[in-house]
């Protein structure tokens, strides 16, 4: 920042100080005269070199403190000049009065700098957002009672944040202002140099101070000139603040501003540490780059460059959608010895690539950095996934600057039964009647059945629950243990060594098997139903209302059911919300 201090010890100690007090006092001003000129001189000059840059917290803070005492002090000079701010109710009033001057007849008695603007015409006050003044930030207030600026971390409005130059805020017409007396003005009439004002009423004592002070002519001293002090050079002002922004507003136009007087510095930037270069205009930004920029003095005997400012940029990234994975069958059966795999990227091409991992069903997935990448539809085998499989895959970015990888999503093979889909808990009513033992694709009926609940069971998830029944005439069979059991490794091997030792026998008979459902405990959600034939056995209402009153859903299986067995089947289904499958070979 350049130092007023600095700007103001070269004016008051060098010649061109001691030229003008030769200067004022042939004009025949008194000592007192020009000290109190040269007072209100270095107040301006105090606050016309402040600079808004790239400050830290800290430096804003007395930056900020600094402007608003020195503002103050231009406005205790106004108001002795008989200016007044009464009706000013807002800072940019008040910078408004003080930018004004005396008129000529006012000229003729004010000291000479009472009768200037108090400020640099380029000031101007730069108000807080609404997110700064709700935070507790430093800020500036202006008090009309008080007449003066005050400092504070919180309002019941918005602030002013800073003080900086501003070429726009010059006036286009500087005011001409009818001040009234001031306190601080020569003599209009009498024979005094000041105006003399009575205060013997509230006066406890009298004063005798001279009204004038003998002036001696100065002669500067010859020879010795005074070295220079080289100020600091502000850093460049970046028309956009580092920070996150959507991914929507990239690329970001950069601009650099230099806030330093003209022709002492140049510009030079570092973007993403690629070498320093000359700043020529705006720049292209990106998410996840870095700028730093800094002033390089033009003339190293006046300034020093300035201290280089850096500002990040980031980018809320977009998540990527989840691709989506098919399965060309639920489940492997005799018929489905390999299911096919196709994962679609559901993102637009080049923005990633798709990464997928197997297990077994009920096994664990490898660490997300051995998934494979998919490069297209593959087949899985019932030989290296007897139990069924699981695939999960996600859409890895290719620029995760940009983007966010999307999340996982898996398919897996489920429980099927003649490739209808099984879930939840499982209840496998199967006909054992004799007529079952007919020809069925090679081997019958009966075996057919047997063989697919034995498929249906092991490929069931371990959470899952089941038990099998069977019937013909009455009840046929069943484990005898009425509930329905947890798929564990130890379940499916029992029940599949029992049920496949199983031999069938004459009757069908629907009241029994509908009837036998309710007996297990816990109640399974769904009935699988398998029969070859019409029943020849007692009304069956009874229980099928028992069913739709548990809520428990039935989907029937008919091996080459004839047209009035399939009406009377599709009855029990609609019944129950379930459906009916046609088995053939």
């Not at 993403?272 to 705006?282: F, K, M, Q, V």
């Not at 695939?391 to 398919?411: C, F, G, L, M, W």
């Not at 090679?442 to 629950?465: C, H, K, L, Y």
């Not at 009425?482 to 009757?507: F, H, R, T």
Request: charged letters at 20%.
């Amino acid at each position: 920042m350049i130092s007023a201090q600095h700007s103001s010890s070269r004016f008051f100690c060098g010649p061109r100080f001691l030229k003008t007090l030769r200067r004022a006092a042939e004009a025949g001003m008194s000592l007192v005269d020009m000290m109190v000129a040269l007072t209100v001189l270095a107040m301006v000059a105090s606050i016309g070199v402040q600079v808004f840059g790239s400050l830290s917290s800290a430096t804003k803070n007395s930056k900020l403190t600094s402007d608003v005492g020195t503002i103050n002090r231009a406005i205790t000079m106004y108001l002795a000049s008989g200016g007044d701010l009464s009706n000013a109710r807002t800072p940019v009033a008040v910078l408004a009065r003080l930018k004004t001057t005396s008129s000529a007849e006012r000229v003729k008695t004010q000291i000479n700098p009472l009768t200037r603007s108090m400020i640099d015409a380029r000031l101007s006050a730069v108000p807080q957002s609404e997110s700064e003044a709700a935070s507790d930030s430093l800020r500036a207030y202006w008090n009309s009672s008080a007449q003066r600026f005050e400092v504070a971390t919180s309002g019941e409005s918005v602030g002013v944040k800073i003080f900086v130059l501003d070429d726009a805020a010059v006036p286009s017409q500087v005011e001409i202002e009818e001040r009234a007396s001031g306190s601080m003005e020569f003599a209009r009439e009498s024979g005094w140099i000041w105006d003399y004002k009575d205060r013997s009423d509230s006066a406890p004592y009298a004063t005798n101070l001279p009204t004038s002070i003998p002036t001696h002519p100065v002669t500067p001293p010859t020879g010795v000139q005074p070295t220079p002090v080289p100020g600091n050079l502000q850093p460049p002002v970046f028309s956009i603040p580092g920070d996150r922004y959507p991914m929507a507003d990239y690329d970001l136009t950069l601009r650099l501003h230099n806030p330093n007087p003209s022709g002492s510095s140049q510009i030079e930037y570092l973007l993403d540490g690629e070498g320093w270069l000359p700043y020529r205009g705006a720049l292209t930004i990106t998410p996840g780059a870095t700028v730093q920029a800094k002033a390089v003095s033009a003339n190293a005997s006046r300034w020093h460059n300035s201290q280089a400012r850096q500002e990040s940029y980031t980018a809320d990234l977009m998540q990527l959608d989840a691709p989506a994975i098919s399965l060309s069958a639920v489940a492997f059966s005799d018929t489905v010895s390999t299911i096919a795999v196709e994962i679609t990227d559901r993102n637009a091409a080049g923005l990633s690539t798709l990464r997928f991992d197997l297990k077994p069903k009920g096994g664990t997935y490898r660490s997300v950095q051995l998934w494979e990448t998919y490069n297209g539809r593959f087949s899985v085998s019932a030989d290296d996934y007897p139990e069924g499989f699981e695939v999960i895959a996600y859409a890895k970015a290719t620029d995760p600057i940009r983007y966010e990888h999307s999340n996982d999503t898996q398919a897996s093979t489920s429980a099927s039964f003649f490739g209808q889909p099984l879930t939840g808990s499982v209840l496998f009513v199967i006909d054992a009647s004799s007529s079952m033992n007919a020809g069925f694709g090679g081997r019958s009926r009966f075996d057919a059945a047997v063989q697919e609940t034995v498929n249906a069971i092991w490929a069931m998830d371990p959470d899952q629950r089941f038990n099998v029944a069977m019937f013909d005439a009455g009840v046929h069979w069943t484990d005898g243990s009425g509930e329905l059991k947890p798929a564990s490794q130890a379940n499916k091997i029992s029940m599949s060594y029992m049920i496949q030792g199983v031999e069938n026998d004459s009757g069908t008979n629907y009241q029994a098997a509908l009837g036998l459902v309710t007996s297990f405990d816990p109640m399974p959600q769904t009935v699988v139903f398998l029969t070859d034939g019409r029943p020849n056995s007692t009304p069956y209402a009874a229980q099928l209302a028992e069913l739709v009153r548990r809520g428990i859903k039935v989907d029937v299986f008919g091996i080459e059911l004839d047209s009035r067995a399939l009406a009377l089947v599709q009855a029990i289904a609609d019944a129950t919300g379930g459906r009916v499958t046609r088995v053939t070979p």
